[in-house]
């Protein structure tokens, strides 16, 4: 089965920049996707179709795709983003798929 | 504002059914420019697309192979809600469960995300 790989943990120091990657063979073809997720909280959508920020998303958040692997940046990092990354595409059968999910560990 | 509220009991026995519930406000379930989908999550499995029913002149329904034989999807047009039906559960099905929507009138698999959420609803599985 399709998998998308992730790195289980980055961390970064308060104001730096955190970049979590999300690698997958069919990602050149497909659009990628990004979820935060606190503790005890549902996933939200920061990053649609590889570099689109929904409203309301603050501008810090940005992604980017280069070949098989595509890259959620957030520039100048806070306590507040402190939590779990899942990047979502989907395989060419038609199936929805996630990350395993990168911990983000704010310093 | 979308706002999604699931409902549902916790706890389910094994080869029992697991139901659950999706009430929507903010949006239509018969919307044409939305798809309502189920995604479960859980230490073993991480985050799992189960299915979506969406309406396009009539009513659609995707379902993730690993759980296509025992997977229902069913909108209810009344109540503006749509439900999961899981069959035959085991222990292995525990996990927290979410509805979601899926926005936008494309409903190709390899353009659909997930704008809003339900809040979670763990369901465990076990005699």
């Known amino acids: 089965s399709y998998e998308l790989t992730q790195p289980p943990s980055v961390s970064v120091s308060p104001g730096q920049t955190a970049r979590i990657t999300c690698s997958g063979d069919?990602?050149?073809?497909?659009?990628a996707y990004w979820y935060q997720q606190k503790p005890g909280q549902a996933p939200v959508l920061v990053i649609y179709k590889d570099s689109e920020r929904p409203s309301g998303i603050p501008e810090r958040f940005s992604g980017s795709s280069s070949g098989t692997t595509v890259t959620l940046t957030i520039s100048g990092v806070q306590a507040e983003d402190e939590a779990d990354y899942y990047c979502q595409s989907a395989d060419s059968s038609g199936t929805v798929v996630f990350g395993g999910g990168t911990k983000l560990t704010v310093l | 504002q979308v706002q999604l509220q699931q409902s549902g009991p916790g706890l389910v026995k094994p080869s029992q059914t697991l139901s659950l519930t999706c009430a929507i406000s903010g949006d239509s379930v018969s919307s044409n420019s939305a798809a309502w989908n189920w995604i479960r999550q859980s230490p073993s499995r991480g985050l799992e697309w189960l299915g979506r029913?969406?309406?396009?002149?009539?009513?659609?329904?995707d379902y993730a192979v690993s759980v296509k034989s025992r997977i229902t999807i069913n909108p209810d047009t009344s109540k503006n809600q749509f439900s999961l039906q899981l069959n035959s559960v085991t222990p292995e099905d525990t996990a927290v469960y979410y509805c979601?929507?899926?926005?936008?009138?494309?409903?190709?698999?390899?353009?659909?995300?997930?704008?809003?959420w339900g809040q979670g609803t763990l369901v465990t599985v076990s005699s």
């Open positions: 979601a929507r899926g926005p936008g009138a494309v409903v190709v698999i390899t353009e659909s995300y997930f704008d809003y």
């Open positions: 069919a990602l050149p073809k497909q659009y």
């Open positions: 029913t969406y309406y396009r002149s009539k009513w659609y329904n």
